[in-house]
């Protein structure tokens, strides 16, 4: 990614944290990134492919940080994250409710993550890490509602110790003896 795409991703997830996706007008991206509308528009077609592009590359550091060092690391960066920017975070959550067509488009994305961390999961039961009763697929959701509901507190401005819920996940997810 060349420097001034960084540059407009940057300056856009600051206007989106300050002022959520509908609030993140044109105007208001020109004057946080430093950019004029032909400047950024010439790398994103439109707003909403901004913002995209924002929430793919966290679902992307997420599933990365998932698969190589664990669901307790996560949840703690995003206990850890700024609220304002977890805010906007379930805003595609909204959107994905709301607009058939970001769902189909933000599905076709997330395909690929979701069949890696399928097949990590299937690793992790055939080495007896995590309990083999349940199909993976439904401990990855389990383990996704928790990961929404922290980033709910957090955007909400909540913090709490996630220490406790990685340990209980950690407890309903391990083998059976």
């Known amino acids: 990614m060349d420097a001034r795409k960084r540059e407009i991703l940057d300056g ?3 206007a989106f944290a300050k002022h959520g996706y509908e609030g993140a007008t044109v105007v208001r991206l020109e004057a946080e990134i430093g950019l004029s509308r032909g400047a950024i528009f010439h790398h994103f ?7 995209f592009a924002l ?3 966290d679902q992307q550091r997420a599933a990365k940080q998932w698969l190589e060092e664990g669901f307790g690391p996560l949840l703690r960066r995003i206990a850890d994250e700024n609220p304002a920017w977890v805010g906007v975070y379930l805003e595609i959550a909204r959107m994905l409710r709301t607009d058939p067509a970001v769902r189909e488009r933000w ?9 890696l961390l399928l097949e990590r999961m299937r690793e992790l039961q055939a080495r007896g890490e995590v309990r083999d009763d349940v199909e993976p697929t439904e401990i990855g959701r389990f ?8 980033a709910l507190s957090v ?3 909540v913090r709490d110790d ?3 819920l990685i340990r209980l996940a950690e407890d309903a997810i391990a083998p059976r003896s």
Do not use: N
């Open 12 to 14: 856009a997830r600051r």
């Open 45 to 51: 077609q439109s707003k909403l492919d901004l913002f």
């Open 55 to 57: 929430a793919e590359e």
């Open 107 to 115: 599905l076709r994305k997330s395909s690929e993550h979701d069949r």
């Open 143 to 150: 383990l996704g509602v928790i990961v929404d509901g922290i």
């Open 155 to 157: 955007g909400a401005g």
């Open 162 to 164: 996630v220490e406790p």
